[in-house]
DNA sequence: GGTACAGAGACT
DNA sequence: AGTCTCTGTACC
């Protein structure tokens, strides 16, 4: 965060520093952002033009703090910017504000462009048969925009009102104490402004495009992370009396990697003898259980997997620790123990006495002092991050323990405190950039002031970037103790085959896939966006509640009314309550324009209106996802949902629009009309269902 | 929603 | 063999 002597202009355009009212010249609008700055207000004045169009204010980009670690190379551009150039990038986007020949679109690609330092642009020198894919960043680029910042929303976070924010966006508007949506002014439900979630559909659709834009139309070679957790594992029960009791009391199950338990780093695709591609970045599984069965995370419920004497080679975020703290490429985890466990408890989330460095805390601290790759997933039940995911446990890749320490934490015992920062080839899930991370600078822990104990590596770490290979171990890894777990070599080449024909899939029908409702599987018509952030049809969302009333009327036997009570609708993803927002779902503007300007490309690049680009990523889906009757990444969220919906499903009147896209994304064999679209006057009339779409498009 | 309770496996 | 564990479920 930005210090007392650094603060931004206010909504009105005063200095908050000087209180005065600088010009428009002299103002600096964080990329990030898009805050206005007062320049000659700022502690570190800009200094060169070229800056000016990726600088960053101080609440978006943390101060570097001095490690005294020389190794830790800064790739972080800490901005320092020219006050004059500033005055030229106002200038330049005013001039596209104020050019009368460019449509919303271009205006937005052209400031994308702009603030972008150029990026872009040079997309427009390349050939002729890279124009397709530059396209499809095009109409995602003219598409979205994130309201305050006016690019592609980084870290995409929906209102339930149906518009899309970066998260740090959006978190500075709350933080300033608005609950209104910025720009519809609906009102921001309060969990979604103290628990904002990551809508990861956007998030990888962002990042396919513009990995799209940054290859060749050929896909690249390498598998990439777009979490089709195909070949899902087995359940994890074996022993009878595991099954009879459930997965309470089991976490045994087939290991399906041939890893040794004490494996440090990535696992790799020559130890995925299953899918052959390894477990990648924003893989994620139901439980614990599930995870442990990839190998990623062994323990079924401890949070730190280790040794004392060897080093630790995961851990979970599990919210298990109030002390915890988490920033998505950086966290502070805490230690286990300090409490009393007595009683056969599994947890206590009271501490009764210090932490120490022993045992798993130790394990930590060697992997720290010798910089070994740490595994880290994140669970939903990690309730306080942004980062976490809604529901499951996911693979968010390799992190580094910076440093440790021990402090006295909120219960007033001492708990062990280790800086965790993201080293891993592949993007982070919830960023839409196509390149993992470079080595970054470590943030400022205020609490190392008061820290004891204070551990940091000496030695050259095991694992460390260099520009030419990436992240990758710098001498051998650890020779490890224990003997690989047997693995099971058979459909080996059944997954392989999926993983062919996924790979043939064109990068536009890839991302149609994307944005398939986790109802009825198919590219989504009238895109809603739940507060938990998953992604449904709106008639597939409201067919699943379709007959249930809002509220419950109950009576009491002499007649007399009671207060009729709320009924709780349950998101067909997760748990929550999505009541509040069933009343009014609002239909993801934005999304919806993506998705059919995606189909129209794709039905002109064809030629073929009767199998367009939705069809590929449906009807042609390859066998092998099919094969257990579970599909795709969502596959077990959906079932349920999938099931309701065609118990109870909605009679709607066609139009144009939604039969459009819903002929595109393929017929629903069970229930022809499920996909039809309610009556404009059943909706109020400020409903995007009024949305007008080109009779050409259909 | 809160609480009691359990198997399994890894560490020591 | 004893200890520990950021689970998951049933039940109230």
Redesign the pocket.
């Known amino acids: 965060m930005a210090h007392a002597s650094e603060l931004p202009c206010d909504g009105d355009g005063v200095c908050m520093l000087c209180k005065k009212t600088p010009l428009e010249e002299e103002k600096l609008l964080c990329k990030t952002c898009v805050t206005p700055w007062h320049v000659s207000c700022l502690t570190h004045p800009p200094e060169s033009m070229s800056s000016v169009l990726q600088w960053e204010c101080p609440d978006c980009s943390p101060a570097p703090v001095d490690t005294g670690n020389a190794s830790q190379a800064s790739s972080v551009t800490n901005a320092n910017v020219v006050a004059g150039g500033n005055a030229n990038l106002i200038a330049a986007i005013r001039a596209i504000e104020a050019d009368k020949s460019l449509s919303d679109a271009e205006k937005a690609k052209k400031r994308q462009e702009l603030m972008s330092g150029g990026v872009v642009s040079e997309v427009d020198t390349e050939n002729g048969k890279e124009k397709g894919n530059k396209d499809v960043l095009d109409v995602l680029g003219g598409t979205f925009s994130c309201s305050f910042c006016m690019q592609l929303p980084e870290r995409p976070v929906t209102t339930p009102c149906g518009h899309n924010f970066c998260l740090k966006c959006f978190q500075k508007w709350v933080g300033q104490g608005k609950r209104t949506c910025a720009k519809c002014r609906s009102d921001i439900p309060s969990k979604m402004a103290s628990q904002p979630r990551i809508n990861s559909a956007l998030v990888v659709a962002i990042r396919m495009a513009r990995m799209a834009k940054s290859t060749s139309s050929v896909m690249p070679d390498k598998v990439y992370h777009f979490m089709h957790n195909q070949d899902r594992p087995d359940k994890a029960f ?2 009878e ?2 099954k009879k ?9 087939k ?1 399906f990697v041939t890893v040794p ?2 494996h440090f780093g990535p696992i790799l695709a020559e130890n995925d003898p299953e899918r052959n591609q390894g477990v990648l970045v924003g893989e994620f ?8 069965q990839w190998g990623v995370h ?13 080093g630790a ?1 995961s ?7 109030e ?2 703290e988490d920033h998505g490429e950086w966290f502070l ?16 989330k009271e501490q009764s006495f210090d ?1 120490k460095f ?3 805390n ?2 930590l601290r060697v992997s720290c002092k010798k910089g070994y790759p740490v595994r880290v997933v994140r ?4 309730k306080r991050s942004s980062y976490a995911p809604e529901s ?2 996911r693979y968010d890749g390799i992190y580094r323990i910076e440093k440790c320490w021990r402090k006295v934490g909120i219960q007033g015992y001492k708990v062990c405190r280790y800086l965790f920062v993201r080293c891993d080839n592949e993007p982070a899930p919830w960023t839409s950039d196509e390149h993992g991370d470079r080595p970054r600078s470590l943030p400022v822990i205020k609490e190392l002031k008061n820290a004891t104990d204070v551990s940091e590596r000496k030695e050259t770490p095991a694992w460390d970037y260099d520009e030419e290979h990436g992240w990758r171990w710098t001498r051998a890894p650890p020779i490890s103790r ?1 003997a690989v ?1 047997k693995a099971n070599p058979e459909d080996r080449q059944r997954a392989r085959k999926a993983i062919r024909q996924a790979q043939n899939f064109s990068v536009r029908e890839r991302l149609l896939k994307e944005f398939s409702c986790l109802i009825c599987r198919k590219v989504m018509t009238l895109p809603l966006t739940t507060p938990c952030a998953h992604n449904f049809c709106k008639p597939c969302l409201e067919g699943a509640f379709a007959g249930q009333a809002f509220v419950r009327e109950r009576t009491r036997e002499g007649g007399r009314s009671l207060r009729a009570r709320k009924n709780v609708m349950k998101c067909p993803s997760c ?1 929550t ?1 999505i009541s509040d927002f069933l009343q009014n779902p609002q239909v993801n503007r934005e999304l919806m324009d993506l998705i059919e300007s995606l189909q129209r490309q794709s039905k002109d690049e064809t030629g073929d209106s009767s199998e367009g680009a939705a069809d590929g990523s449906e009807d042609s889906k390859p066998e092998g996802e099919d094969d257990n009757g579970e599909l795709g990444p969502e596959g077990r969220d959906t079932v349920d949902g999938g099931d309701k919906e065609l118990q109870t499903p909605r009679k709607r009147k066609k139009t144009e629009n939604g039969s459009c896209i819903g002929k595109e994304g393929g017929k629903l064999k069970e229930s022809p009309d499920s996909h039809e679209i309610v009556e404009a006057g059943n909706d109020s009339p400020s409903s995007p269902l009024h949305v007008r779409s080109d009779p050409e498009d259909c």
């Open positions: 074996t022993t009396r595991a009791s459930g997965k309470a009391n089991a976490c045994s199950g290991i338990p004490d599984w139901e439980d614990r259980m599930e995870c442990r062994l323990p079924h419920v401890a949070g730190i997997a280790g040794q004392s004497d060897y080679q851990v979970a975020l599990s919210g298990g620790y002390d915890d985890y805490t230690g286990s123990g300090g409490r009393d466990l007595s009683g056969n408890k599994r947890t206590n932490q022993d045992k798993m130790e394990a669970s939903h039940k990690e499951g446990v224990k777990q748990p309550d």
